[in-house]
């Protein structure tokens, strides 16, 4: 019999199976830290005011009424355990405590509706990895053909490069079209401009716990203690941009301008239903690399354009977190093996999620084959790139028996210079 809340979750809602944590302002009051559930949030502060965490007896201090999660993210997984066992009792629907006293939940529940969502973190660092075999051998394939696509390094290491935190924004911000520098293929010299080749990238991203100190690696069976959940992301890119100014040391000021997350970040403990084995890696990896029982997670993506003439979202990929050919914990551990000091959190991503089909692939770039093959959308507009005014979403689930623990979505609209 799964567990029950005594609030009314719809199917396709966030049930007291998945309480994703995020950071809120309401109305009225200072930011601060909430679990969803249904429609409404959960005010942790004021629980926290109250004293329903201290039997947890992991604070030595407020956590909940600061402005991001950091401080929480911090106390590492008994904390977090034990924090996700007092929700879940006190939303369930044998605990009188909230069920009962109506005043209490008036001042402790919050309609999302109501509220805006802020970043979850203080982002002190972000790393984009490049994980998916199927996105990096069709990009590989359309640079250097399909014998050449694969670089001799990626299927030994978790290819990465350091992105930019400050530019991370929320789900919900405009997204501004850069300018830059390209260099058209039939001209000699560069030329500055906006872009005309804006793209998304369908990424998910994991938020870094207690951190590890610097000099001091991280063992690949303790990868999994120093990370909290998994958020959606959007790396947004500009290929022309890309294109000139990659080499030799890879992504600079073609994915800088922006990068979207979702705002509630969804614990490893709400998706141990989902968990699903790494499939074989040939060849087998560094002994640094290889985990105990390494596993992968079953999360449907999509991703979904809107443009300012269409009346409702089309999907434009479908793909699944299980495409992935590194794992979380491989990625964690090699971030660290050199001594590189990962803090509370830091944002590491996934890199695009595109599957072996057409249609999982996760970015306009291999869905077009590079402008090859615009999208053909069903108001009969075409696109190869994204123009100003298109909305893109990705959202993201695991099916369960009867209930859905998703990640809600991460949104963004392109926006001209001018605007
Ligand atoms: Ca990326």
Redesign the pocket.
């Known amino acids: 019999m799964p567990l029950k809340s005594f609030i009314d979750v719809p199917a396709d809602s966030l049930p007291i199976q998945n309480l994703p944590f995020g950071v809120f302002q309401p109305r009225e009051g200072k930011t601060r830290v909430g679990v969803a559930i249904g429609d409404l949030i959960l005010d942790l502060s004021i629980l926290e005011e109250l004293g329903h965490f201290q039997s947890a007896e992991f604070y030595d201090r407020k956590v909940f009424s600061e402005d991001s999660l950091n401080s929480f993210l911090a106390l590492g997984r008994p904390a977090w355990r034990a924090t996700r066992e007092i929700l879940q009792h006190l939303l369930s629907a044998e605990a009188a405590t909230l069920r009962d006293d109506t005043r209490l939940r008036e001042k402790v529940f919050h309609a999302q509706k109501d509220i805006t969502m802020k970043l979850p973190a203080r982002i002190g660092n972000y790393t984009?990895f490049y994980s998916s075999y199927h996105h990096a051998h069709n990009v590989g394939t359309m640079l250097r053909g399909p014998e050449n696509a694969l670089m001799p390094n990626w299927k030994w290491l978790p290819v990465a490069y350091h992105g930019r935190a400050s530019s991370v924004v929320v789900s919900g911000a405009d997204v501004r079209r850069p300018s830059g520098q390209t260099k058209p293929p039939d001209a000699s010299t560069p030329v500055f401009g906006l872009t005309k080749s804006l793209d998304y990238?369908l990424?998910m991203a994991f938020l870094i716990g207690p951190g590890n100190s610097l000099g001091e690696p991280v063992p690949i069976n303790r990868a999994i203690d120093h990370i909290f959940g998994l958020v959606l992301m959007n790396?947004w890119s500009a290929r022309d941009i890309q294109a000139w100014e990659y080499q030799p040391l890879g992504p600079f000021l073609a994915k800088n301008f922006c990068t979207s997350i979702s705002p509630w970040v969804v614990m490893f403990e709400a998706l141990e239903p989902f968990r699903k084995p790494l499939p074989p890696q040939d060849p087998e990896p560094l002994p640094y690399l290889r985990g105990k029982n390494d596993f992968t997670f079953d999360i449907h993506l999509e991703a979904s354009l809107q443009t300012s003439s269409m009346d409702g979202p089309h999907i434009i990929t479908r793909t699944n977190f299980q495409n992935l050919y590194w794992s979380i914990a491989q990625q964690l551990a090699h971030h660290a093996v050199n001594g590189c000091n990962l803090e509370p959190g830091d944002l590491l991503?996934s890199?695009?999620i595109s599957g072996a089909t057409e249609e999982s692939r996760g970015c306009m770039l291999e869905l077009t084959w590079r402008g090859a093959n615009p999208l053909k959308l069903p108001n009969s507009e075409t696109r190869k790139w994204l123009e100003d005014g298109d909305t893109l979403t990705i959202t993201g689930w695991c099916q369960g028996d009867g209930y859905r623990v998703g990640f809600g979505e991460v949104s963004g609209r392109i926006i001209g210079s001018d605007k």
Do not use: P, V, Y
């Open positions: 984009d990238e990424e790396d991503a890199g695009t």
